[in-house]
């Protein structure tokens, strides 16, 4: 616990609303949900150009809720799709500024998370942070190799949250994140399971575009072969083909509801098909969670869950039947992205961590 009391604010933007949350060292103060209304969103082309716009409604909010700005020592924004970056805290500079203005690996509302942390700093002379963005990336270079040249695998996975989930079960194991081989697994709308070694996602499925488990809204590894005469039957556009693997895919495509909850009442109610997909879920995370043990040569410490889906005590049962003679299984259901950031940019002020410089 840091002697000295430090405010962070801390911005989450979405595709249609800004979190906040202003945290005092390790306490939340409180959280708010800012909503942004269609029509004032489309005014801007690129969704990178709402950051003025975002920062003053976040102002307003901070005002209103009766927070000196001047007070704050730090703004810790969601990071945006940067170039692939190791993870960690990182100091919001120029560079990144440009890089996220001008989208260099995409444009998306998070980008706004960096821009307006630097640019809440530079007004009040505190300091910006980003934390552990989507584009982290510390594989291994044999887990890049495919077996196709034309096509390297990507580490495009729940860093931030997979990396705050690592540290507390390391913590919980009474080790540091630096010294663990972890494997964690974030189940939500997307499936993510990653081997942590030594505080590195050494390997990890892309759980964006269609590699590992199946999930609520994506597909998963189909066969490749299938999948190709899929795409040339003249049956499917190509943002079809796309839409099957994300967004359509997965227990959705199956059952016509991304909502686990209502097909787990389904599962309960004696529903033959949606608990064969419910099953079907469930072994295949057990089987990439199988995989990620052999990258780390069966030594593992713990498996950690977390994500919405880690609420449901018939589908962790599921998941612990096959994979707890690898390691203990450990519970943090649910997502704390607000406190993941607010954390990473206190370990850099209490100086328990340096930041490192976007490049």
Same mark, same amino acid.
């Given at each position: ?89 990182? !100091?919001?500079?120029?560079?990144? #500024?440009? /890089?996220?203005?001008? $989208?260099?690996? &995409? =444009?998306? @509302? ?84 990653? !081997?942590?070694?030594?505080?590195? #996602?050494? /390997?990890?499925?892309? $759980?964006?575009? &269609? =590699?590992? @488990? ?82 780390l040569e069966g030594k593992v410490d713990a498996i950690a869950l977390t994500g919405g889906i880690a609420f449901s005590k018939r589908f962790v049962a599921l998941i612990k039947k096959r994979v707890e003679f690898i390691a203990p299984v450990l519970l943090f259901p649910g997502e704390q992205e607000m406190r993941a950031l607010a954390l990473g940019g206190l370990r850099v002020l ?10």
């Open positions: 616990m840091p002697n000295e009391t430090f405010l962070i604010l801390v911005i989450n933007p979405g595709s249609t609303t800004t979190k906040i949350s202003v945290f005092e060292n390790e306490t939340e103060i409180f959280t708010e949900t800012i909503t942004h209304k269609f029509e004032e969103l489309s005014r801007f082309n690129k969704a990178s150009d709402q950051d003025l716009y975002r920062m003053e409604m976040i102002i307003k909010t901070l005002r209103a809720k009766g927070i000196a700005l001047e007070k704050l020592n730090a703004v810790v924004g969601r990071g945006g799709l940067l170039r692939p970056i190791e993870g960690g805290t990182y !100091a919001v500079n120029e560079q990144m #500024v440009a /890089d996220l203005k001008r $989208g260099v690996m &995409g =444009d998306h @509302p998070s980008n706004c998370g960096g821009l307006i942390a630097y640019a809440i700093s530079k007004a009040l002379g505190c300091q910006a942070f980003i934390v552990d963005p989507v584009v982290v990336d510390e594989m291994e270079a044999v887990a890049r190799i495919s077996g196709m040249p034309l096509i390297e695998r990507k580490s495009i996975f729940h860093a931030l949250n997979q990396k705050a989930v690592a540290r507390d079960a390391a913590e919980k194991l009474q080790k540091s994140y630096f010294e663990s081989r972890l494997i964690i697994v974030h189940l939500g709308g997307g499936i993510t399971v990653g !081997a942590h070694l030594n505080g590195r #996602v050494v /390997d990890v499925n892309n $759980g964006l575009d &269609g =590699d590992g @488990p199946f999930s609520p809204e994506r597909s998963g590894g189909v066969p490749a072969g299938d999948l190709v005469k899929a795409a040339f039957s003249g049956e499917y556009t190509l943002p079809e083909m796309k839409k099957l693997i994300k967004g359509l895919g997965g227990a959705v495509a199956y059952l016509g509801s991304h909502d686990m909850r209502a097909v787990e009442e389904l599962v309960a109610e004696g529903d033959e098909k949606a608990t064969l997909i419910w099953e079907a879920m469930a072994y295949q995370v057990s089987k990439e969670i199988g995989s990620m043990a052999t990258v209490t100086k328990e961590e340096k930041a490192k410089r976007y490049l």
